[in-house]
């Protein structure tokens, strides 16, 4: 089945090229949808379209087996590219908020669109090799976190009814043409927190009259360095940023209010709720020592689930990865991104893994290895400067789902 790689190698390539110079923001993936439906029903597949607005669902049956859900996700960010790629995206789009912003793929969601539609295309054109059904899923608006839940309420139990396991891959900065995978927990689980203190505002030569929300906000933010520091074991992993800190207007003005943002990233739940108590008690304590005039308030926003991957689901696809990859199979390290992947087959009941691809030019990473400066000198996701080549990357990812799925659905 893999040798059908070099029949559809050009066109996927083109299409990935096509997909990575039109990006698309979150819930704005019209035209990368659009693109996906001529692909699959190109291929044959029953299709679903406006799943949880933009989701794109493909069924394709072949007898009695086990069903499969392979997912890719398909949205991009507002990111100026700075790749140099003659492919580059030079495409702007309005977000949520009104504005008018830089669209790229730094993140690599082209390179998982492309490569699932190749695995169809590979799987579709070979029945005898396989039986069951798979289900080709194109989730939207995995970056902002929501994507996977509104493909959920948007009924897609009732799509595909009988799904035993789920599975899904992310292209990494690291060597192309390496897989890795991981069992237990391998994507961490991700809270912003809005955090607004207030104060009582007065003409800066005043400050005697004025509760200051500003100095607030600081005592908070060198406080918060503690958490992690001091209340978090030293076997867990855990991180904790104050990304934002916006307040007043001018020199001489103390304002009344202060807003932080935040982003926690834990490995399990106990941590988790560790670390929002410590900072809920933290807050509110700075906020009494400050003599501040109003209870501060706390919104916990963009919340992506802990990725927790089944270990014989993880088990099954490592050995199949290793059967075809041989050395290229690797243990992929934790990583302390996040995504909402595992909300699908949460919400299904079935068990799931998560595996890493690389998307590096092996030899440009093996000069900066060697040279101590990986973390310098390869750009990461969400990087404006994240280009992942072309192959053996999009080789790699399509061989992956297509050996992952035949676990299950090989005769």
């Known amino acids: 089945m893999l040798a059908g790689l070099d029949r559809i190698r050009a066109a996927q390539e083109d299409l990935y090229r096509n997909l990575h110079q039109h990006p698309e923001l979150s819930h704005q993936e019209h035209r990368t949808a659009a693109a996906v439906v001529g692909q699959l029903e190109q291929a044959g597949l029953e299709v679903h379209t406006g799943v949880g607005g933009t989701g794109v669902v493909g069924v394709l049956r072949n007898g009695d087996g086990p069903t499969v859900l392979l997912r890719a996700d398909m949205d991009a960010l507002p990111v100026r590219e700075a790749t140099g790629l003659p492919y580059a995206s030079t495409d702007a789009a309005t977000d949520l908020d009104g504005v008018e912003v830089p669209v790229m793929h730094a993140c690599g969601h082209d390179v998982h669109v492309a490569c699932l539609v190749g695995a169809v295309q590979l799987l579709a054109g070979r029945p005898d090799a396989w039986r069951g059904t798979v289900v080709a899923l194109f989730q939207p608006a995995e970056e902002t976190g929501d994507g996977a839940r509104g493909m959920v309420d948007d009924g897609l139990a009732g799509l595909v009814a009988g799904v035993d396991v789920a599975l899904a891959q992310h292209v990494l900065a690291f060597p192309a043409g390496l897989v890795g995978t991981r069992a237990g927990p391998v994507l961490s689980a991700a809270d912003s927190v809005r955090i607004t203190v207030h104060g009582r505002g007065a003409h800066g030569s005043m400050p005697h009259a004025a509760v200051d929300p500003v100095v607030l906000a600081a005592m908070i933010v060198v406080r918060l360095q503690t958490v992690v520091a001091?209340?978090?074991?030293?076997?867990?992993?855990?991180?904790?940023?104050?990304?934002?800190?916006?307040?007043?207007?001018?020199?001489?003005?103390?304002?009344?209010?202060?807003?932080?943002?935040?982003?926690?990233?834990?490995?399990?739940?106990?941590?988790?709720?560790?670390?929002?108590?410590?900072?809920?008690?933290?807050?509110t304590?700075?906020?009494?020592?400050?003599?501040?005039?109003?209870?501060?308030?706390?919104?916990?926003?963009?919340?992506?689930?802990?990725?927790?991957?089944?270990?014989?689901?993880?088990?099954?696809?490592?050995?199949?990865?290793?059967?075809?990859?041989?050395?290229?199979?690797?243990?992929?390290?934790?990583?302390?991104?996040?995504?909402?992947?595992?909300?699908?087959?949460?919400?299904?009941?079935?068990?799931?893994?998560?595996?890493?691809?690389?998307?590096?030019?092996?030899?440009?990473?093996?000069?900066?290895?060697?040279?101590?400066?990986?973390a310098q000198d390869i750009p990461v996701n969400h990087s404006a400067a994240f280009a992942p080549v072309l192959q053996p990357t999009l080789d790699t990812g399509t061989q992956a789902l297509v050996v992952a799925a035949l676990a299950w659905l090989a005769r």
Not at 236 to 255: D, F, H, M, R, Y
Not at 262 to 273: G, K, Q, S, V
Not at 332 to 356: I, M
């Open 230 to 283: 001091r209340e978090v074991p030293p076997t867990e992993t855990a991180v904790l940023t104050v990304g934002s800190i916006q307040a007043g207007t001018k020199s001489n003005v103390i304002p009344d209010s202060a807003q932080l943002l935040l982003n926690l990233r834990t490995y399990d739940d106990a941590t988790r709720t560790t670390m929002l108590d410590a900072i809920r008690r933290i807050v």
């Open 285 to 374: 304590a700075e906020c009494q020592a400050s003599g501040s005039p109003r209870d501060p308030e706390l919104e916990l926003f963009d919340r992506f689930p802990l990725t927790d991957n089944d270990p014989a689901t993880t088990a099954t696809v490592a050995a199949a990865f290793t059967a075809s990859f041989a050395e290229r199979a690797v243990s992929l390290p934790r990583q302390s991104a996040s995504e909402d992947f595992s909300d699908l087959p949460t919400a299904l009941g079935v068990p799931y893994t998560y595996w890493g691809i690389g998307g590096v030019d092996p030899e440009s990473y093996l000069r900066a290895e060697q040279a101590g400066r990986v």
